[in-house]
DNA sequence: TACAATAACGGAAACGTTTACAATAACGCT
DNA sequence: AGCGTTATTGTAAACGTTTCCGTTATTGTA
């Protein structure tokens, strides 16, 4: 409890404290005898540089913030491990906020990110018709988006090529035989969900198929939604062959409907998801989808937050990554 | 870029700089008018306080770190997610470290929040014979952990009642008609998983059962771990009319491999598994669990860490939440 | 009117570092 | 011997707050 600080360990030692900094620090200019006693001296006295006082006069913490709408969302939480253990790597702690799908949360704790002087900040914005009020936070720190952003205001982000990947989708169901696909999307207030819905919407005119589209008034991709839009769905007439989900979550909440309402997957109809969430491996599961790779997002928004932390006034950056199709069991190709 | 600072106010409001800080501060000793007028000006200006150096002076943070060994398990990022909306009402923010299950990497993470001056550590340790090696660590600052310790060494923590909790387990299992229970747990160097594993015991002692227990190599209790102890079991000869596993995760990689053995469940076998993640309510999993009270544990621990900060000479405290018995569909009756 | 009490504010120290600058010592060179 | 270098160390300022203490102005009281 009663903390050792430089100056105890320098009057113990017999120099002043700016030669035990410089015994820690590193720093060339101290004789490698009085470095080696000081920092045996460190150890002995449980001697650790306190951070709060470093980052006061070096003005900054290494600290990142993140900023994720939800932890419950396998996308989220396996997204933030990768981005704490990478950035751990580079010297950055992160403090991790949940903005709870809530906008005003989220800038919010945006503002209480920049008090406590992180470094920057890397977000999983909730889904924005346009990023223009965030431009007052953004300007105050370093940020980088994980997730598309609007064309009008450029900002640094990485993403998967959202548009490809639902072209990828698309095509594979077509591929598989299907005609008439219906595309499950929340609202579309998100870039991301934009992109992947004109991915579909293209790939179908491109292939001459006609698109049908069922939108949630929720603006979240979660299980709940996927849930009640698949219950009011399976519980009407219908006719196409294949779902293709805007997420994984969606997929899943789907695929309990159809569980209840006695349809069949793929037997009845073939789905598809996009994220692939590790739950979507499961067997019972088994859900066909298109890959995020994960991993790489999360290496390269730190790197690419560390980039602009370095060089803030750089050209804006922005890194689309290729998404993967993964098959498993949930399409089935079609008889003629 | 260009922050304003407490001295920046101080010079356009034309008064001393203490008196902009009793103006944020909220002190009693300064006149409404000034008040008023100096809030207007940082408003203006655009003034954040700098919390490092608040930290600086004050001697705290009001950081909590948060050490979890992995976030893919939707056990810990359902409790992250508790702990930092909750902790966050009280004032503080989170700093999340992965200890990635390996336990040289936890006392590492441990030592890098104490040089960042957190207030407080609220932990999820990865398993231990014991906790003495902690000893050195915890000291150093006020730490609860979440989930059972040991009891030589009594530190803080809050826990589910995981004995009580096998034991509704075991006795529901019974009260199906079931008589011969295998137990399929994690190597049993944790003490949840001791306490787990003696309360399905104690409860077949009890009830003149024979217990019958298989356990993993591995200390983790992921899906992997339990899709390979099913397959291997499943390819054996077996008699066992029920599993209850250690862990949901553990049940929900035993339910894949007795799918892909063709054993159903619960037709041929009943399953049970322990926490009630999120995703065992699934309808395609649908899992009868015991559950963990997330949100009460998270809320329980920042609370107490927060006694612990006031309060750093109090007694140990612990607190043991009751679990619950959840009912889905993958235990059946036994017909006699 | 004089004086004490109080309200409002300014000055300055402190928190634990880093670092620019100054100081000293040791050394080599002419 | 004297001087310039260099290596090593010390001194002190700075980072942006909070807070203790002192000062001034204002008010109330006798």
């Known amino acids: 409890m009663p903390t050792v600080t430089l100056k105890d360990v320098a009057k113990v030692a017999g120099v002043s404290y700016a030669t035990v900094s410089r015994a820690i620090s590193g720093s060339p200019e101290i004789s490698e005898e009085t470095r080696r006693r000081i920092l045996k001296l460190c150890k ?17 913490t290494e600290i990142m913030g993140l900023i994720v709408p939800s932890l419950n969302n396998p996308f989220m939480s396996e997204l933030t491990a990768h981005l704490e253990i990478y950035a751990r790597t580079r010297g950055y702690n992160l403090m991790v906020c949940n903005s709870s799908y809530d906008y005003d949360l989220e ?15 890397i977000m999983i914005p909730v889904g924005h018709e346009s990023y223009e009020p965030l431009n007052a936070l953004t300007s105050q720190v370093p940020t980088v988006f994980i997730s598309e952003n609007m064309k009008d205001y450029p900002e640094n ?6 548009h490809r990947g639902m072209q990828i989708a698309t095509e594979y169901l077509y591929s598989l ?26 790939t179908c005119e ?28 399976f519980s009407r007439p219908h006719q196409e062959t294949a779902i293709l989900c805007a997420a994984d979550m969606l997929a899943i909440g789907v695929m309990q409907a159809a569980f209840e309402a006695g349809v069949r ?28 790779p ?29 998404p993967s199709l993964i098959v498993r069991k949930s399409c089935r190709a079609l008889g003629k």
Do not use: C
């Open 107 to 121: 800038k919010e704790v945006f503002s209480l990110l920049v008090g406590r002087q992180v470094d920057g900040i």
């Open 206 to 233: 491109k292939l001459s198929i006609e698109p049908h589209v069922l939108r949630s008034s929720y603006t979240r991709s979660s299980r709940e939604v996927g849930y009640a839009m698949g219950g009011e769905y």
């Open 265 to 292: 997957i793929p037997k009845d109809v073939s789905l598809m998801g996009f994220d692939n969430i590790s739950f979507s491996a499961l067997p019972q599961i088994d859900l066909t989808t298109v890959n995020q």
């Open 157 to 162: 982000y990485v993403s998967v090529d959202n």
């Open 44 to 60: 002995e006295m449980g001697y650790t540089p306190n951070s709060v006082a470093r980052s006061m006069v070096k003005r900054h």
């Open 294 to 322: 994960f991993q790489q997002m999360a290496i390269a928004s730190v790197d690419m937050l560390l980039d602009r932390i370095k060089n803030p006034r750089s050209e804006h950056a922005k890194l689309i990554l290729p």
């Open 177 to 202: 035989g299907h005609r008439s696909i219906l595309y499950f999307g929340a609202r579309s207030d998100s870039k991301t969900h934009q992109l992947r819905l004109d991915g579909y919407l293209s």
